[in-house]
């Protein structure tokens, strides 16, 4: 559709027509989409890192811009490092920093490398499971602003945190639960060892010494795996009880605590069987279900990770006449900030000096910059487009707009209505049964023969110890999230695939989801004598000056090698300025051509603006005519028409909701083939036809990509953000599409359908079981050790069932090695 | 099968070896990150001259 036959050799993507940028990579040329992806691949090979393209297993992000160097100025400065960082032992510092753009193991190879090169670095411990490094370094050697552009030299924005206790915690969960996990597991192969001889032991015949000490020691192996592995469920299901509900953990605490209860009163008392066997294993299997679980909810990103990437670290104070860097959180109501060009607000303010534009697309995802005069407000997070700004703050900290919408997601993000109430209610039901069961059962037995009642009653207890059937949903749902973050796809909240199983309508947002999300030059013409690589350089050197997001498209393009003067804008034309002497004109059509006189009409023709087709052209002009035309798209992802079939063909009949123009909405919608769409749409606006879809009963996939779809994705019964999108959209996703890949979806949908199918037989499996088995314990046909077996084999079924979804998911694709895209063809 | 009655402690002193050695791990961040590791052995001792490094054969 676009492009040029070979992909970017750093980031994959098409590369526009008529565009040539080489990478001067091992001697050899390679093509580049931008100067951004030239700069950091040239950089990753000239410090001997070329191995990271061999190593990589999905493709780089686009670099967008080439590294700003002067963005790290602040961390240059030694007394405002050493107020961010911690002091390590010898005077090194250390600091932890988030980095954007890490997306496998080798990205983590690279940055550990890279750093690593340089001296007075003294450790690099990279995490790409959770986009983390932690740097260690001397500041008598180094400056932490050179490791800050080292990273952004090898593609990879980092965003240094502060403290971050909220990492430090999770790190801890993750550690505590994988050791709960371990006693669990050691616990449990110990208890099975011990317990084959104790099934045999009944028919069989074995010492009675013997048959005792094996009990003994198969309690003691099992007292660290039911007190220390199973606590988190006792901690939940007391927690539910003193918030007079039912949580799925208190049938589960029950079932651990009956059969342990029972099993060690019989190992104590020589009578009736032990149950140490069932007890250890389904610790340890709703323990496995859970750490899969809390990976994936960790790998998916949390809240303040969102507000590090969007709000800075620093600002630049005046008082008194000086200006000073200072941290973020130091900054105080009334304090005056300047601002330059090219940065983030650190707080909410009111502009006091200097014609600002700003764009705001983080917190409206309106993507024109916005005009910001004197007395005009700024917001935290948003960027600085223009000349430097002089604000006065007015919020800070958690007063601002930004952590006001990052306190809502947060509090929606807790609250997590929707499917996870189903499983707590029919905990309480089932929970319900059990003990009006068991209360029969003991009622009946009084009367027939009181002397056994108690352990007839504590024999039904253990018998429907609901451990098949709790097991039943966690494994199926953690084998599939683990298949599934295998493929790049993060499942934020598992609950999400009950429901994309369910789902019959899929609402898009159009921009960055079915369309990459970018502007930029897909196309260039050039008449008479000028070069396409000359007309884009012109262009980029016009455009380098201004700040209108059309101008982004051309500054990543081109080099701006020379450099314009006396350039003015007209709003909503275009620019004219002055290069080598030459008067040129970018902007539209009529703009372009009115430098000649009389106005070039002659070369309209082939290229009319064409909105109807969502696609603008920008003209280039001087005053011989009309130099260049430039097409300018936000190009569909290539996959995207095969994922709306995929999707059509599961039932999911796909519909556009996007705040654009309706041209272009149009255009995206005819070429994936969706026949449903709206066009310019407020955020609220695309919630009112979502609630209109669920008033009909639909429910509903919302993939979107911006701030301004928060409030859709918050409403949607599965929310599907993009992996590179914005933090604040991933943090109320369910689903995360890591890789980008569209395919993925139809394929997601398609194994929470094969998983809801597998939990149900599960279900009815052990629904089966537990009825079987009930009256006949009740009645005492069972003979204890055929129960025993019967309680590990129910749960053994449903894990390696659930087991099955973890099996024949395609492994992703791989892109390979893109150097050489002739000898991949072949 | 008298042995049994020293050969199972026995195997519970290995096991809490085992586990020992385990936590040990954990809290030493041995398991924080199962994924980069692997890709430091495909590394060259040293690095190789700047030039020639992605003109290798990658199916080498």
């Known amino acids: 559709m676009s492009a040029g036959k070979h992909p970017c050799f750093h980031c994959g993507e098409p590369i526009p027509h008529g565009l040539v940028i080489h990478a001067r990579i091992a001697g050899r040329d390679e093509p580049v989409c931008c100067h951004g992806c030239k700069a950091v691949a040239e950089f990753i090979t000239g410090a001997g890192l070329g191995d990271y393209y061999r190593y990589r297993d999905t493709s780089s992000s686009r670099a967008d811009e080439p590294p700003r160097p002067d963005r790290w100025a602040a961390y240059d400065r030694p007394e405002l490092v050493e107020r961010l960082t911690r002091a390590e032992p010898n005077g090194a510092r250390s600091i932890t920093v988030l980095l954007e753009g890490l997306r496998c193991a080798a990205c983590g190879w690279l940055a550990d490398k890279a750093l690593s090169l340089q001296s007075g670095v003294l450790d690099v411990s990279v995490n790409p499971a959770t986009a983390r490094a932690r740097l260690v370094w001397e500041p008598s050697k180094v400056r932490l602003g050179d490791l800050l552009r080292v990273l952004e030299h090898v593609g990879l924005r980092p965003h240094p945190l502060a403290g971050e206790p909220s990492e430090q915690i999770a790190l801890l969960e993750r550690r505590d639960a994988l050791k709960r996990l371990a006693v669990a597991g050691f616990g449990n192969m110990q208890v099975m060892m011990f317990a084959v001889p104790l099934y045999f032991a009944a028919s069989q015949g074995m010492d009675p010494t013997m048959r005792e000490y094996m009990r003994l020691v198969s309690m003691l192996v099992s007292i660290p795996v039911a007190l220390y592995s199973g606590w988190p469920f006792y901690q939940g299901a007391w927690m539910a009880l003193r918030s007079r509900s039912i949580s799925m953990d208190v049938p589960v605490s029950l079932g651990i605590l009956l059969a342990f209860v029972a099993s060690v009163w019989n190992a104590l008392t020589g009578e009736g069987e032990v149950y140490f066997d069932s007890v250890t294993m389904f610790v340890f299997f709703l323990g496995l279900g859970r750490y899969i679980e809390m990976i994936a909810r960790h790998r998916a990103g949390s809240v303040a990770d969102a507000l590090a990437r969007l709000a800075p670290m620093t600002a630049r104070r005046v008082r008194d006449g000086v200006t000073e860097d200072v941290q973020a959180v130091e900054i105080a109501v009334g304090d005056e900030l300047v601002v330059r060009t090219g940065e983030v607000f650190a707080a909410d303010g009111v502009v006091l000096d200097g014609d600002g534009r700003v764009d705001e697309s983080m917190l409206t995802g309106e993507s024109n910059a916005i005009a910001k005069p004197p007395g005009a407000r700024v917001h935290q997070g948003t960027h600085n487009l223009a000349t430097p700004l002089r604000v006065r703050v007015t919020a800070v900290a958690g007063n601002t707009v930004l952590s006001g919408i990052v306190a809502l997601l947060e509090r929606a993000q807790a609250e997590r209505p929707r499917l996870a109430k189903a499983a707590d209610r029919a905990a309480a039901w089932f929970l319900?049964?059990?003990?009006?069961?068991?209360?029969?059962?003991?009622?009946?037995?009084?009367?027939?023969?009181?002397?056994?009642?108690?352990?007839?009653?504590?024999?039904?207890?253990?018998?429907?110890?609901?451990?098949?059937?709790?097991?039943?949903?966690?494994?199926?749902?953690?084998?599939?999230?683990?298949?599934?973050?295998?493929?790049?796809?993060?499942?934020?909240?598992?609950?999400?695939?009950?429901?994309?199983?369910?789902?019959?309508?899929?609402?898009?947002?159009?921009?960055?989801?079915?369309?990459?999300?970018?502007?930029?030059?897909?196309?260039?013409?050039?008449?008479?004598?000028?070069?396409?690589?000359?007309?884009?350089?012109?262009?980029?050197?016009?455009?380098?000056?201004?700040?209108?997001?059309?101008?982004?498209?051309?500054?990543?393009?081109?080099?701006?090698?020379?450099?314009?003067?006396?350039?003015?804008?007209?709003?909503?034309?275009?620019?004219?300025?002055?290069?080598?002497?030459?008067?040129?004109?970018?902007?539209?059509?009529?703009?372009?051509?009115?430098?000649?006189?009389?106005?070039?009409?002659?070369?309209?023709?082939?290229?009319?603006?064409?909105?109807?087709?969502?696609?603008?052209?920008?003209?280039?002009?001087?005053?011989?005519?009309?130099?260049?035309?430039?097409?300018?798209?936000?190009?569909?992802?290539?996959?995207?028409?095969?994922?709306?079939?995929?999707?059509?063909?599961?039932?999911?009949?796909?519909?556009?909701?996007?705040?654009?123009?309706?041209?272009?909405?149009?255009?995206?919608?005819?070429?994936?083939?969706?026949?449903?769409?709206?066009?310019?749409?407020?955020?609220?606006?695309?919630?009112?036809?979502?609630?209109?879809?669920?008033?009909?009963?639909?429910?509903?996939?919302?993939?979107?990509?911006?701030?301004?779809?928060?409030?859709?994705?918050?409403?949607?019964?599965?929310?599907?953000?993009?992996?590179?999108?914005?933090?604040?959209?991933?943090?109320?996703?369910?689903?995360?599409?890591?890789?980008?890949?569209?395919?993925?979806?139809?394929?997601?949908?398609?194994?929470?359908?094969?998983?809801?199918?597998?939990?149900?037989?599960?279900?009815?499996?052990?629904?089966?079981?537990?009825?079987?088995?009930?009256?006949?314990?009740?009645?005492?046909?069972?003979?204890?050790?055929?129960?025993?077996?019967?309680?590990?084999?129910?749960?053994?079924?449903?894990?390696?069932?659930?087991m099955r979804l973890s099996r024949g998911a395609p492994p992703p694709r791989r892109p390979g090695w893109p150097a050489n895209p002739q000898a991949e063809a072949a | 099968m008298e042995i049994l009655y020293i050969m199972i402690p026995l195997g519970l002193v290995l096991v809490a070896l085992g586990l020992w050695a385990f936590f040990w791990a954990t809290g030493a961040g041995q398991f924080d990150d199962l994924d980069s590791p692997g890709w430091t052995v495909l590394e060259d001792d040293k690095a190789p001259p700047p030039d020639e490094t992605p003109d290798k054969d990658p199916s080498r």
């Open chain 1, 432 to 802: 319900g049964r059990i003990l009006i069961g068991a209360a029969l059962v003991f009622a009946v037995w009084w009367f027939v023969d009181p002397s056994r009642a108690f352990s007839a009653t504590l024999a039904v207890l253990v018998v429907t110890c609901p451990c098949a059937l709790s097991l039943a949903t966690p494994t199926a749902l953690a084998a599939a999230t683990a298949a599934l973050a295998r493929r790049g796809v993060l499942v934020a909240h598992t609950d999400a695939i009950e429901a994309l199983s369910k789902a019959t309508h899929v609402l898009w947002d159009k921009t960055g989801t079915l369309t990459k999300g970018l502007v930029r030059v897909e196309d260039v013409r050039s008449y008479g004598d000028v070069t396409s690589q000359q007309a884009l350089e012109w262009a980029a050197s016009l455009e380098q000056l201004s700040e209108h997001p059309i101008a982004r498209a051309f500054t990543v393009t081109g080099a701006p090698t020379v450099r314009a003067s006396e350039v003015e804008v007209h709003a909503g034309r275009g620019l004219e300025g002055r290069i080598d002497g030459r008067l040129l004109r970018i902007g539209t059509l009529a703009f372009a051509g009115a430098l000649k006189s009389p106005p070039s009409g002659a070369t309209a023709a082939d290229t009319a603006t064409d909105d109807a087709v969502g696609e603008s052209w920008v003209y280039l002009g001087d005053e011989s005519g009309l130099l260049a035309a430039f097409r300018l798209t936000d190009p569909l992802r290539p996959e995207a028409g095969q994922c709306v079939a995929g999707l059509a063909e599961l039932g999911l009949p796909s519909e556009i909701v996007s705040g654009d123009e309706a041209g272009a909405v149009a255009r995206i919608a005819e070429r994936c083939g969706i026949e449903r769409q709206a066009a310019r749409l407020t955020p609220q606006d695309k919630l009112a036809r979502l609630k209109t879809l669920q008033g009909e009963g639909a429910v509903v996939v919302a993939v979107g990509d911006g701030i301004n779809d928060a409030p859709l994705l918050r409403g949607a019964d599965v929310a599907v953000a993009m992996g590179r999108g914005s933090a604040l959209a991933q943090t109320s996703a369910d689903l995360i599409l890591v890789r980008e890949s569209l395919d993925d979806l139809p394929h997601t949908v398609e194994l929470a359908r094969r998983t809801q199918r597998v939990i149900r037989q599960n279900l009815a499996w052990s629904i089966a079981y537990n009825l079987a088995a009930l009256p006949l314990a009740a009645l005492g046909f069972v003979p204890p050790w055929l129960a025993a077996i019967g309680m590990s084999l129910s749960s053994v079924v449903v894990v390696l069932n659930a």
